[in-house]
């Protein structure tokens, strides 16, 4: 599976950005999709993740009402929409496949490419 995160960029607090994920030869042993990041000298961080099927997504509590995952299956694409970014919410964002939503959550996950920067300026 080849992960390509695009989207990032520079953004004033309370902006929006809109990060995409295309996902080539994805693995049907994966369940699921999702977002987590890492900052400067901080661990990875769960974001959002969302299931290929249904409805099922979660949220990590930092982001929960400011960001949304989708995604488009057609296209093996997920997205994830940032509003009202805040500093903190500096970091560079990887997509990654999961087994489970919940697995997500743990961090677990399969693999991941090349993450966007995201920077939020104060």
């Known amino acids: 599976v080849q992960l390509q995160a695009s989207g990032g960029g520079l953004v004033q607090a309370g902006g929006s950005l809109r990060l995409s994920c295309a996902a080539s030869?994805?693995?049907?042993?994966?369940?699921?999709m999702a977002w987590f990041r890492r900052a400067p000298g901080k661990d990875r961080e769960f974001v959002a993740a969302?299931?290929?099927?249904?409805?099922?997504?979660s949220y990590a509590e930092s982001v929960r009402g400011r960001f949304t995952i989708s995604r488009d299956n057609a296209k093996n694409t997920v997205y994830l929409q940032m509003n009202s970014l805040k500093p903190e919410d500096t970091a560079v964002y990887y997509c990654?496949?999961?087994?489970?939503?919940?697995?997500?959550?743990?961090?677990?996950?399969?693999?991941w490419g090349q993450g966007t920067q995201v920077t939020v300026s104060s």
């Open positions: 030869g994805r693995t049907f042993s994966s369940a699921a």
């Open positions: 969302i299931r290929w099927s249904g409805s099922s997504t």
């Open positions: 990654a496949p999961t087994r489970t939503v919940a697995a997500a959550t743990r961090n677990e996950y399969e693999h």
